[in-house]
């Protein structure tokens, strides 16, 4: 278990349609950078490592049914991240989701509720132990104060699983299960606070409490002093804790 905290800036691309009751098809573009400063997800500090992240998504969404204070919606899209250093950790999938939303009036600041199942492929360049899918169903509420501010919070419950059954395993001796170890389940809860600058700029906070699975990267058994850079490093020609 533990507790993440992130702060963003989500800028809407240019070609993103607003979404107004009336509208039945969306479609978006989103591209941005992340740095993560733990990307092995390492509880020891020198096992760490650093990287940046660009991401692109093309994203669409089918109302299947729109009234002023309930929708629901089909969505599918692809993405692609690109990791700078760590280059065998770049990715790419497809993306589906179903979203209902109720709001308890028509007016701003009516407080809402939403339900929502996701689902995502995962494709990584040169880690096969990584590759899978990940599966989440979320709950939230929420409410606006004015047009500029806004709370939300929830629960989440994660899932992911890996899609290798045979992934490349070290020569010697074997001491964990490859295809275990991106077999994830996670429960999260959740609060956000968002900010809009203006209709394309919002800045948010999320922090999440979560208790479950996490799977962190190790040193080599063969090279303590080197880290691993990616899951292809584990099962390749070294061993190492994972």
């Not at 990940?134 to 939300?152: D, P």
């Not at 994660?158 to 020569?171: A, D, E, I, V, Y």
């Not at 699975?213 to 080599?220: F, Y």
Request: glycine share 10%; hydrophobic share 35%; with cysteine.
């Amino acid at each position: 278990h533990g507790i993440r905290v992130a702060l963003a800036l989500c800028v809407a691309a240019a070609c993103q349609q607003p979404a107004i009751a009336d509208q039945l098809f969306g479609f978006n573009v989103d591209a941005g950078i992340r740095w993560e400063d733990n990307l092995s997800l390492s509880p020891s500090g020198n096992d760490k490592v650093d990287d940046v992240t660009a991401h692109v998504g093309f994203n669409g969404d089918y109302k299947v049914f729109a009234t002023d204070t309930r929708q629901f919606t089909i969505g599918a899209g692809v993405y692609y991240d690109a990791v700078v250093d760590t280059t065998e950790l770049s990715n790419y999938g497809g993306k589906l989701s179903l979203l209902y939303r109720h709001e308890f009036d028509t007016s701003l600041t009516a407080p809402w509720f939403s339900m929502g199942v996701d689902g995502q492929t995962l494709k990584y360049k040169d880690s096969d132990i990584r590759d899978g899918y990940i599966v989440t169903g979320t709950a939230t509420i929420g409410k606006r104060f004015n047009s500029k501010l806004g709370i939300s919070g929830g629960y989440k419950y994660f899932l992911r699983r890996s899609t290798k059954s045979h992934p490349h395993r070290p020569k010697g001796p074997v001491w964990v299960n490859a295809k275990k170890i991106y077999d994830l389940n996670r429960h999260n809860i959740f609060a956000r606070i968002d900010f809009a600058m203006n209709e394309a700029t919002t800045f948010y906070g999320d922090l999440t409490y979560f208790d479950g699975d996490v799977a962190a990267s190790g040193r080599s058994f063969n090279n303590g002093g080197q880290f691993p850079r990616a899951s292809d490093t584990m099962f390749g020609d070294r061993k190492s804790v994972v």
